[in-house]
């Protein structure tokens, strides 16, 4: 039987699976994650409720030119853990299908619910000069 829940629907479940749970501990942990269907999903939960427990403005995800990739919290520029290098570009795939966004520059809101409430990010996608970012802006408290 084919799975039809989409790509948000997926995360959001996976956002209520790991609320409460050492966020960073497991974000390490998804590198080693069998189901690459499910590990961009799987980091991309964790690094929202990282964001949303710590406070932090801006979640970044970049792609260089040369291939090396980084993942920052922006609230006292912290590197994330990575997922592995095929995950980011799995993570930059379902992004973009989840928020429909598929020119180069692009912005929308993406609504996430956190058990019995909900929060809404900003969520930009740059490409330029052989350089791709997903940018998650978090409300201001």
């Given at each position: 039987?084919?799975?039809?829940?989409?790509?948000?629907?997926?995360?959001?479940?996976?956002i209520d699976c790991f609320a409460g749970t050492d966020y960073l501990t497991?974000?390490?942990?998804?590198?080693?994650?069998?189901?690459?269907?499910?590990?961009?999903?799987?980091?991309?939960?964790?690094?929202?409720?990282?964001?949303?427990?710590?406070?932090?403005?801006?979640?970044?995800?970049?792609?260089?030119?040369?291939?090396?990739?980084?993942?920052?919290?922006?609230?006292?520029?912290?590197?994330?853990?990575?997922?592995?290098?095929?995950?980011?570009?799995?993570?930059?795939?379902?992004?973009?299908?989840i928020t429909y966004l598929e020119t180069d520059k692009g912005k929308t809101?993406?609504?996430?619910?956190?058990?019995?409430?909900?929060?809404?990010?900003?969520?930009?996608?740059?490409?330029?000069?052989?350089?791709?970012?997903?940018?998650?802006?978090?409300?201001?408290?």
């Amino acid at each position: 039987m084919q799975d039809k829940r989409n790509l948000h629907q997926k995360m959001q479940e996976q956002i209520d699976c790991f609320a409460g749970t050492d966020y960073l501990t497991k974000m390490g942990a998804v590198k080693n994650e069998p189901d690459k269907e499910q590990a961009p999903l799987k980091w991309l939960a964790l690094a929202i409720l990282y964001g949303i427990n710590e406070n932090a403005k801006t979640i970044k995800i970049e792609k260089n030119q040369d291939g090396s990739k980084r993942l920052i919290a922006e609230f006292r520029d912290f590197d994330l853990p990575s997922p592995g290098d095929d995950v980011v570009d799995l993570i930059f795939k379902d992004v973009r299908q989840i928020t429909y966004l598929e020119t180069d520059k692009g912005k929308t809101a993406l609504s996430v619910g956190v058990r019995d409430s909900s929060i809404e990010l900003e969520v930009k996608i740059k490409k330029e000069d052989g350089k791709e970012k997903i940018i998650l802006n978090f409300p201001e408290k």
